[in-house]
Each structure stands twice: as C-alpha cells, then as structure tokens.
C-alpha cells in the first residue's frame, strides 16, 4: 500500500499513467468493450485492468492523480448512446460527477459515435478496463501537465 494512492491503482496502470505525457488519452471502459484488440493497437499495446468495479469509481480513481487537459475543449468524453446520441444513461451521469469532483468544477462529457470512439480509442495511449456491466460506460480522457508555482499559465505548445 502506498499513501494518499487509491488502491485500485495497481503498478501496471500507476506506471502507465505517469508515463504519458501532456495530451496523451486513455480509455476507460465497460465489460462489453472489445478492450483486448482494441488495447493491442495503442501506444502501450496490452490491456490494463482495474477488476471488480464500476466506471464511476474507476474514474474517481484515475483522476485521483491524473490531471485533465485544459488546453482542449474536450478533456473527457464519452460513448454516444446508439440511435439516441443526446441520452444520457445512469453511468455516464454518475462518471460525470466524478470528473467534476476530481476536477473542481464542471468538465462536461463530450459525446463520441460508437464506431468513432472505438477508432479514437485505438489511438489512445492506453485501455483501462473495468467491471462496469452497464452499457455505454466507456470514457476517453486526455492527460494534462501539472505546472510549477511560478511557471506561466499559457499553452505550452505556444510558448
């Protein structure tokens, strides 16, 4: 056990948090995902498990150290629902409450087609998958920098 690091961040998926870098994207993702292959086509090329819970508590978790990008309009998305793309399902609320928790303020999901998503999802560094049995509790988020005190604020990629 290590201080102040939720437990259900175990070494495989700690080391692939802090080895992405400024925009970087992970998935998260439900029981039904095709995580396997898909995972096989990221930058890290293995799937990555966080067993035994749902996506909401997966995502506490991860965000827990990992920062949002702020330098994107969409620093968090989520899976469209198929044939109703403005529904908003029971997981995906309870996802957004914890981003916003995690974050401080309000991180509004971005909404992704399903088939898009599986195709950004094999650009993502890496794939987390979760026991979360509900459908469409599947989420992309791309890491953001933590600045020094006295560093400046701007877009890094400008300066």
Do not use: W
């Not at 700690?14 to 396997?36: K, S, T, Y």
């Amino acid at each position: 056990m290590l201080k102040n690091i939720d437990p259900l961040l175990n070494a495989d998926v700690l080391h692939a948090l802090r080895a992405m870098g400024h925009g970087d994207e992970l998935v998260i993702c439900d029981a039904n995902f095709p995580a396997d292959s898909i995972a096989r086509a990221t930058a890290l090329g293995k799937l990555l498990r966080i067993d035994g819970v749902d996506a909401p508590r997966a995502v506490r978790a991860i965000l827990s150290v990992l920062p949002l990008d702020t330098f994107v309009e969409s620093p968090a998305m989520r899976m469209e629902v198929v044939g109703d793309p403005e529904a908003i399902p029971t997981v995906q609320r309870e996802a957004q409450s914890e981003v916003d928790a995690a974050e401080g303020r309000a991180v509004p999901f971005a909404s992704i087609e399903r088939h898009a998503f599986y195709a950004r999802a094999r650009k993502a560094y890496c794939v987390i998958a979760t026991g979360e049995t509900r459908g469409y509790g599947c989420f992309v988020f791309a890491k953001g920098v933590l600045l020094a005190p006295d560093a400046p604020r701007g877009n890094p990629a400008t300066q």
